[in-house]
T-cell receptor, first 113, second 113 residues
């Protein structure tokens, strides 16, 4: 049974460039979460989707960040333009419903030069 | 406000020794509780979960956790630690009706040979 799949695993790009992170949740899960992890701030929730609809995006740091979930099997997190302070590990997680545990992907390590 | 506290940033134990990682929560009602482990370069993996019933919960990799309502705690234990247990451990809690758990800041476990 495939888990949450994220791509790319690593991304290195120059500041000002557009970055797109991708996520495929576990089939049948109706909730999807994007997190950012840094040493300084720990694990931060960026946005949460339920049944493909964004429910809570209060954690999205700036307008440079946007997320979409066009269907139940795919989501993207986009940063445009990217800045060095966006460097972090970005995780996608999915869950099967209310108070169910989250299943995490292996993350995308993003470095903005 | 709902919160999860992991008082220990780092814990160092010798291989073969017992382990207890602390987690305290602040919720109005009995929360749903989780422990996750994160190995370097990987996402968070669920170790165990507590929803209701028996307050001693068994998980994977030989871990267990005990829910103590009177102490608002959900400590993680293992009787004999292996070098491969060295990782970051996260406690998380959710309340009824919520899709979004609250994570603690994590405890880094170091295992000496």
């Amino acid at each position: 049974d495939a888990g949450v799949i994220q791509s790319p695993r690593h991304e290195v790009t120059e500041m000002g460039q557009e970055v797109t992170l991708r996520c495929k949740p576990i089939s049948g899960h109706n909730s999807l979460f994007w997190y950012r992890q840094t040493m300084m701030r720990g694990l931060e929730l960026l946005i949460y989707f339920n049944n493909n609809v964004p429910i809570d995006d209060s954690g999205m740091p700036e307008d440079r960040f946007s997320a979409k979930m066009p269907n139940a099997s795919f989501s993207t997190l986009k940063i445009q333009p990217s800045e060095p302070r966006d460097s972090a590990v970005y995780f996608c997680a999915s869950s099967g419903g209310n108070n169910q545990p989250q299943h995490f992907g292996d993350g995308t390590r993003l470095s903005i030069l | 406000a709902q919160s999860v506290t992991q008082p220990d940033i780092h814990i160092t134990v010798s291989e073969g020794a017992s382990l207890e990682l602390r987690c305290n929560y602040s919720y109005g009602a009995t929360p749903y509780l989780f422990w996750y482990v994160q190995s370097p370069g990987q996402g968070l993996q669920l170790l165990l979960k507590y929803f209701s019933g028996d307050t001693l919960v068994q998980g994977i990799k030989g871990f267990e956790a005990e829910f103590k309502r009177s102490q608002s705690s959900f400590n993680l234990r293992k009787p004999s630690v292996h070098w491969s247990d060295a990782a970051e451990y996260f406690c998380a809690a959710g309340s009824g009706g919520s899709y979004i758990p609250t994570f603690g800041r994590g405890t880094s476990l170091i295992v000496h040979p």
